[in-house]
Each structure stands twice: as structure tokens, then as C-alpha cells.
């Protein structure tokens, strides 16, 4: 993969051009691409900035995000050909900081669950994941150092984790959404994957001018409570084997690891997710659900057709619980600096007919804590399985630190 950290090093010595680093990534792209498709439109002629902490980086935008220089079409035939007269904020965030947009990278319809023909790099009979599906292949695949995506259920962290590289869903609203298709607004957060823990906090604070987001060279010994989130099942073998091995390795190098049991209010805001999730959807998507019905992706759909009837009622009660967990889980960090706890199940899905399951995802995204995916363990077939380390709500610099931690015991292991 290519290193974001190692393209700011080199190019700050001189060693390496910003428009070489650029001319590299494409060429990657270029040999890559066929074989993965992580992309639904790019550009060979992209040029390096010459100022700012990203230039020479080359970033691949999920289509859900609006761009000035290519279309947005959404994963959905609805919105082909479309083309925003301007750049989402992240998008202009990026540039700003010198990074050169290279593409649109593959994105289920409307970020929900429909499948892409995107496929998994470390074994292509298997799925990279959703529904950031292109940012998280095109990453790992090592055509790009730095890739956009979204989170609303899980996915940024799970096919960060099927794909074995790095990734942030950071605090809530820490990025702007604006210029970003909507479709829960409780819950659609922009993440960020690259390489590593150190690429990713480098690009997230490039990204929002935030230097405190780096971690230090010698990262302190993190306090970490262990969460298996027994109310959203059990997991695979390959996902259970990803938690302790992590969860012994950053024991063995020093981390204090001790279990963690959540109250039930906050198991309870992991149940009504969906509702919030879809009873959003069903007026972020109005027009698109009604005016233009048969041309959306089935299995989005079905789950519009399941949650029609939701009522305001059980949406402000489902949001109630969400705010009274959030209270609960603010004091769980009063004994642990983060929490440790499963990715994804286990490895990426055989085939493309699912993107994986969300279920030890969607909680987080509802607490609008960081989020930060480590790659722990390879399963049968070569397929990563990752952890995600996760801290209080604002403190994406103590989950940055924590991940990286655990990240070098990993790598000493
Ligand atoms: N957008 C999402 O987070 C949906 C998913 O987890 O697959």
C-alpha cells in the first residue's frame, strides 16, 4: 500500500517531486484498476499542488460526494451523468491542503446496501465491504494513499477492516457533511482510509487544520476496556480471534485491558438504530423513492417498503434513548481512555451479494464517538480482519493515539 506519511516525508526532504508522487499513484491506478474497480470515473491528467501538507496525495472521493471535475452519480442510474456546479466541503478541504482528487471511487446506491462490482483485493472472490466499497479497495489495492468515505451504519469501519487498511469515522459532524447526499442525518458521518493509523490522522489533520490529531512518536500506554457487544450476537471465529489478539498484544506491550460491560439503555440504542436510520431515509429520499420508484436498487427498496410506516412518535422515542445512551456511555470513559471492540464479524463475505453486516458498527455511528479501524488478524484465504478502537466523543486525537498503540503491538506480535 501506498503510505500517505511516507509521501510527506519524502517530499519534504526533496527526495521526491509532488507531481512524481501524483504520477505514481496513476500509474498504480492504471495497472490496478481492471483487475479491482474501484472506481466509477477518474482522470489521467491530474496535477500536484505546490503548496499545502497533501500535495502530491492523490484521494479518491466516494460518488456520493458532490465534485466540481467529475460527475456524482450516486451508485444509481437516477443520477447518471449528474455534475454539482460545486465541490462538497471535504472535497474543497482537501484541496486546500494541497491534495490532488484523482477519482470517484465505487459507492452501494445512496450508501445503503446494494452491492458494487468492486472487488476485494487481498482475495477477489469476495467483497471489499460498504458502502464505502471503492475507497476502502482502492486503498489497500495501493493505487491511492488517501480515500473519502461515509459511515451511516458501518461503512467505513467494515470494509476498512475486510480490506485490511486503516480507517477513522471521526466524532460527529467533526467533518461537514455539506455537499454530501444525505441520507440519515443523525447519522451520516465523512471517514477517512489510508495505509496506516499514522496516514490517516496525518490526512484527517491536514484535512481540518487540527495538528493535535497526529500522534506523538511514543504514544502513552492507553487504558482499554474490551466490548463484545453480546446484544448484537456472536461473532465468526476470524472476528473473535481479531479482538483477542489484539486485545492480548496491547496487554503484552503495556496497555492496562480490562472488560467492559455496557448498560442496557446503550444496548437499546443499538436496536433502534435502524429505526432512526431508515425513518431519515424516508424523507432524504423522498423524491427519489417516489418519483423514481423502479429505478432504485432493490434491496434499498425493500428496506424503504419495510420502514414506510414508521411512525414521528416512535422516531422521538427512538431518538430519546439514542440521547439518555449517549449520557450512559460519556461514563464508561471515566474508567478507560477507549474501548476495544469487534469490526465486523469476521472476514469479508464469499461472493458480491452482500456488503457484510453492520451490526457491531451501528451503535458507534449512533453515539457519534471516533471510531478507528486496526488490521488484527488474517483469516483463511488471506482476508484481514480488523479491530475498532473507540473513544469519547471529541477526543478522535485519544482514539488516534490508542489505535496506533495497538497498532505497533500488532506489528511486534
Ligand atoms: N452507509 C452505511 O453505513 C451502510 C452500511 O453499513 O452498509
Redesign the pocket.
Known amino acids: 500500500m501506498i503510505s500517505l506519511a511516507e509521501i510527506q516525508r519524502r517530499i519534504d526532504s526533496g527526495d521526491l517531486s509532488a507531481d512524481a508522487a501524483i504520477a505514481q499513484s496513476q500509474e498504480a491506478i492504471r495497472a490496478k484498476e481492471k483487475t479491482i474497480g474501484a472506481f466509477v470515473c477518474r482522470a489521467d491528467d491530474v496535477r500536484a499542488a505546490r503548496t499545502g501538507p497533501l500535495r502530491g496525495i492523490a484521494v479518491g472521493i466516494k460518488d456520493i460526494m458532490d465534485t466540481a471535475d467529475f460527475p456524482t452519480e450516486m451508485g444509481s442510474p437516477i443520477y447518471r451523468g449528474f455534475r454539482s456546479r460545486g465541490d462538497a466541503a471535504v472535497v474543497m478541504m482537501l484541496k486546500q491542503a494541497g491534495a490532488s482528487i484523482v477519482g470517484k471511487t465505487t459507492t ?1 446506491a445512496f ?3 446494494d452491492p458494487t462490482p468492486t472487488l476485494n483485493p487481498h482475495n477477489r472472490g469476495h467483497t471489499p465491504g ?2 464505502s466499497s471503492g475507497s476502502a479497495a482502492a486503498v489497500a489495492a495501493g493505487m491511492i494513499p488517501l480515500a473519502l468515505g ?7 469501519i ?1 470494509p476498512a477492516s475486510f480490506c485490511g487498511v486503516a480507517a477513522i469515522k471521526p466524532s460527529y459532524r467533526l467533518l461537514p457533511t455539506v455537499g454530501v447526499k444525505c ?1 440519515s442525518w443523525t447519522l451520516d458521518t465523512v471517514g477517512l482510509f489510508a495505509a496506516g493509523v499514522d496516514d490517516v490522522a496525518r490526512g484527517l489533520s491536514a484535512m481540518t487544520g487540527r495538528p493535535e490529531l497526529v500522534p506523538s512518536a511514543s504514544v502513552a500506554s492507553p487504558r482499554i476496556g474490551v466490548v463484545t457487544q453480546h446484544f448484537a450476537g456472536a461473532p465468526e471465529a476470524a472476528g473473535a480471534e481479531a479482538l483477542q489478539t489484539a486485545a492480548r498484544v496491547a496487554e503484552r506491550a503495556g496497555a492496562t485491558v480490562h472488560g467492559v460491560d455496557l448498560q442496557e439503555i446503550v444496548a437499546e440504542a443499538w436496536r433502534v438504530h435502524p429505526l432512526i436510520q431508515e425513518f431519515e431515509a424516508h424523507r432524504a429520499l423522498a423524491w427519489e423513492y417516489r418519483e423514481n420508484y423502479d429505478a432504485m436498487a432493490p434491496l434499498l427498496r425493500s428496506k424503504l417498503d419495510e420502514s414506510r410506516d414508521t411512525t414521528p412518535a416512535a422516531y422521538d422515542a427512538a431518538m430519546g434513548v439514542a440521547s439518555r445512551a449517549r449520557q450512559a456511555l460519556e461514563k464508561v470513559f471515566d474508567d478507560v481512555d477507549v474501548l476495544l471492540t469487534l469490526s465486523a464479524p469476521g472476514a469479508a463475505p464469499k461472493g458480491l451479494a452482500s ?2 453486516d ?1 451490526r457491531y ?2 451503535l458507534w ?1 449512533l453515539m457519534g464517538v471516533p471510531c478507528v479501524n486496526v488490521p488484527a488478524h488474517v483469516a483463511d484465504g488471506g482476508l484481514p480482519v480488523g479491530v475498532q478502537v473507540i473513544a469519547r466523543y471529541g477526543a478522535d486525537a485519544q482514539a488516534l493515539a490508542a489505535a496506533r498503540f495497538v497498532e505497533q503491538a500488532l506489528a511486534r506480535k
Request: charged residues 10%; positive net charge.
Open positions: 452501494t450508501a445503503s446496501v460498504g458502502s461515509t459511515q451511516t451504519g458501518g461503512s467505513v467494515r441520507y456488503t457484510g453492520a458498527n451501528r455511528t
